[in-house]
């Protein structure tokens, strides 16, 4: 069974920067399109930013271009997600998913593989 683990959740002030990690037990979607989303209270689940097969190709929602970078190291079978100069809407419980192919996708629909979330929440 695929196992998808994410790591680095946290309180942080507003501002401040967190760094997300997001393991996958499956060797072979080490280099399948990785994504994270995100869940705060009482709303849906939405798009953060997704990462393709080479690195090349990544896709972020407006609302953190320019302040989160999404990366892998595939030898290591991990994502990241570095968020900078975070902000009380960026609290939320965030989610790593694996797709079974390489593109980046932006559609939570095309990833097979979830993590259980973890929590970041940025105080004001």
């Known amino acids: 069974q695929v196992q998808v683990v994410e790591t680095g959740g946290g309180l942080v002030q507003a501002g401040g920067s967190l760094r997300l990690s997001c393991s996958v037990s499956?060797?072979?979607?080490?280099?399948?399109?990785m994504g994270w989303f995100r869940q705060a209270p009482g709303k849906e689940r939405e798009f953060v930013a997704a990462i393709g097969w080479s690195s090349s190709s990544t896709r972020y929602t407006d609302s953190v271009k320019g302040r989160f970078t999404i990366s892998r190291d595939n030898a290591k079978n991990t994502v990241f997600l570095q968020m900078n100069s975070l902000k009380p809407s960026d609290t939320a419980v965030y989610y790593c998913?694996?797709?079974?192919?390489?593109?980046?996708?932006?559609?939570?629909?095309?990833?097979?593989?979830w993590g259980q979330g973890t929590q970041v929440t940025v105080s004001s």
């Open positions: 499956e060797r072979t979607l080490s280099t399948n399109g």
């Open positions: 998913a694996a797709r079974i192919v390489g593109g980046a996708s932006v559609n939570d629909y095309d990833y097979k593989y």
